[in-house]
């Protein structure tokens, strides 16, 4: 290739003249080229060399520094040799053999440019080697140290998931006998490495999230490393939030509850007393018409008054959500939405009879009158459909919309200012479940939860936890 002869030229450009040894070559294609001088113009006597000899014997030292020094080295002793030779095939009278010479000189100057690349290619493929190996043997190193210095435990698993090595974290963690050991036995459940990947397990009062990596040969080991990263004090700080959120959501459901009831309790009753008041002396004799006609006004006020206070004490805590329970609470809140705004509201209700925990039917109320009232506001819908399903385990709220949808964008799929949509994503969260939101320009939305029936235990041990005024905090 041209490229291979262009370095092979920049190589042989750069004999080792820094060397003795090559001097010494040099010498010796020289005294050859002597030998030759002499017996060409000697007195007739014996010979130092043959005919035909002296360029088969140039090969020695060119093939010597093809082995020693590569093309640098026989590249310049097959030149070195073809000067000190030209003169003798130029020769103006000629001597017997020329045509000889100049074959055997191209035979020289091939060997020397040949089998010096040859051997310069596989010297470079001996170093590259090396370079490799060297390489490898770091990143082993490497390896190794930070095997040993990490401080999350880990295990090196062999084909049988069994422990063939550990780090002195995992050491202290399971202890020396750790070594040998199936790997199913250590993580707390007779489960494969594999099935446990990214899960979080309890050992010696610490969590552990299991990180599984799988290593190749050209690692020095095969099979797979198990990595334990501690994730206590991550968990805890969850834990922590969870039960801040769950507070929040509670002492705001208290204040809700108390509101609805000083409303109901004091303006709400004033204003009907005011109203009644009203009629009162409208209906008074001997009153001008027109004053008649104003305290009718003002009772007409009065009384829309408390429509409103009425209609707000029921949103903050509707009563027939504590007295009869979600399916009517929200039966409730779909025909007041149908008088209210004009939309088609429609509930259907599956699988649901008796009552259900109060906190599931709370957060399922506020889901529902979240995602209602959006549509509401957002929508500019026409219809809007509920549906309340269980199966025994799970409740599963649906709330779809005709309306003009959006595009969720952002964390979790809502967009900025959505705050209501959070809301209800954390009250299901809360609950133990999940929602879902589907919503695209011009199809409408659906907003979907799925809420355990039976709490889980983390969830149930948050819910009974004391707060500092000795309540119980519930979700």
Not at 296 to 310: F, G, K, V
């Amino acid at each position: 290739m041209p490229t291979d002869l262009g370095a092979a030229l920049r190589r042989a450009a750069h004999p080792p003249v820094r060397d003795a040894r090559f001097w010494v070559v040099q010498v010796m294609v020289l005294l050859i080229a002597g030998a030759h001088v002499s017996d060409l113009f000697g007195d007739a006597g014996p010979k130092f060399l043959p005919d035909g000899l002296p360029l088969t014997v140039l090969i020695v030292p060119v093939g010597y520094a093809a082995l020693r020094y590569g093309l640098t080295g026989s590249a310049a002793t097959g030149i070195w040799a073809t000067l000190l030779w030209l003169p003798f095939i130029a020769m103006p009278d000629g001597h017997d053999g020329v045509l000889t010479d100049v074959l055997d000189l191209a035979v020289v100057d091939l060997v020397a440019f040949v089998a010096g690349h040859r051997i310069e290619q596989e010297r470079l493929a001996h170093r590259r080697a090396q370079k490799a190996t060297t390489d490898r043997l770091a990143m082993v190193t490497l390896y190794q140290q930070l095997f040993r210095a990490n401080h999350a435990p880990i295990l090196v698993l062999d084909e049988d998931h069994r422990v063939a090595d550990a780090n002195p974290a995992a050491l202290v963690l399971f202890g020396p006998a750790v070594i040998g050991q199936a790997a199913r036995s250590l993580l707390g459940a007779a489960l494969a490495p594999a099935a446990r990947a990214g899960q979080v397990v309890s050992l010696d009062g610490r969590d552990y999230r299991v990180n599984l990596v799988s290593l190749t040969a050209e690692q020095s080991v095969a099979g797979q490393q198990v990595v334990l990263e501690d994730v206590t004090e991550e968990r805890s700080e969850g834990r922590r939030a969870s039960e801040y959120a769950a507070l929040v959501v509670r002492t705001e459901e208290e204040q809700r509850q108390r509101l609805a009831r000083e409303l109901h309790d004091e303006p709400l009753q004033l204003f009907l007393h005011l109203a009644r008041r009203l009629r009162g002396l409208a209906r008074t004799t001997g009153l001008p018409s027109s004053v008649g006609e104003g305290l009718d006004e003002a009772c007409h006020q009065a009384l829309a008054a408390a429509t409103r206070l009425r209609s707000v004490a029921r949103d903050l805590r509707p009563p027939a959500l504590d007295e009869l329970g979600l399916a009517a609470a929200l039966s409730s809140l779909m025909a007041d939405v149908e008088d209210e705004e004009g939309l088609v509201a429609e509930l259907q209700v599956h699988n649901v009879a008796g009552r259900l925990r109060p906190e599931v039917e709370l957060g399922a109320f506020r889901i529902v009158q979240e995602a209602v009232r959006n549509t509401v506001r957002h929508a500019g819908a026409s219809r809007v459909d509920v549906v309340l399903a269980g199966d025994g385990d799970h409740l599963s709220v649906s709330v779809t919309d005709d309306g003009a949808g959006f595009a969720p964008t952002g964390t979790g799929g809502v967009g900025a200012g959505h705050f209501g949509i959070l809301g209800m994503r954390e009250r299901a969260r809360l609950l133990g479940g999940q929602l879902e939101l589907r919503s695209a320009p011009g199809e409408g939305t659906v907003v979907q939860a799925c809420i355990p029936l039976v709490m889980p235990p983390a969830l149930s041990e948050r819910a009974v936890a004391p707060t500092q005024s000795g309540a119980a905090l519930a979700v």
